[in-house]
């Protein structure tokens, strides 16, 4: 099902133009208009899906293996080194429908790490946090 107020829905169903490099039955992969480098792809569900968390578990697998599928397409084809793979949820999210981001990397190429500061646990600090996750995950 689609959201008609969506730019990627509407991508989807071919009412807004994009550059297309893959389409199966559950997934569309198309180049992002504001590329971190030029290759970016963004890997969305055909059905309009917001978050991870609401990704139906039938689609894990497609929306996942066209993902790997283009990530080997960017390192084959346009030469890259190896690929930066990411997903927002909500926050940082510019586009309200899931996709995958694929980045071609090349050794040199400006990116550091993740895109923002890193922190550090403090002493015990850790174990308190894997104890809320794990929690939440039962």
């Not at 996942?64 to 997903?87: K, N």
């Amino acid at each position: 099902m689609s959201d008609p107020s969506c730019l990627f829905c509407a991508i989807v169903t071919g009412t807004t133009p994009a550059a297309v490099v893959l389409e199966t039955d559950d997934v569309v992969g198309f180049l992002d208009v504001r590329p971190v480098f030029k290759g970016h792809v963004l890997v969305v569900p055909r059905e309009h899906v917001v978050t991870l968390p609401e990704l139906p578990e039938t689609l894990i697998v497609p929306l996942f293996s066209a993902a790997q599928r283009v990530a080997d397409a960017i390192t084959s084809g346009l030469g890259a080194q190896g690929t930066f793979v990411a997903m927002n949820n909500v926050v940082s999210q510019s586009v309200p429908h899931l996709h995958v981001h694929v980045v071609p990397r090349t050794k040199g190429d400006g990116l550091r790490g993740f895109f923002w500061p890193r922190t550090k646990y403090a002493d015990g600090e850790a174990q308190t946090y894997a104890a809320t996750i794990r929690e939440a995950l039962a």
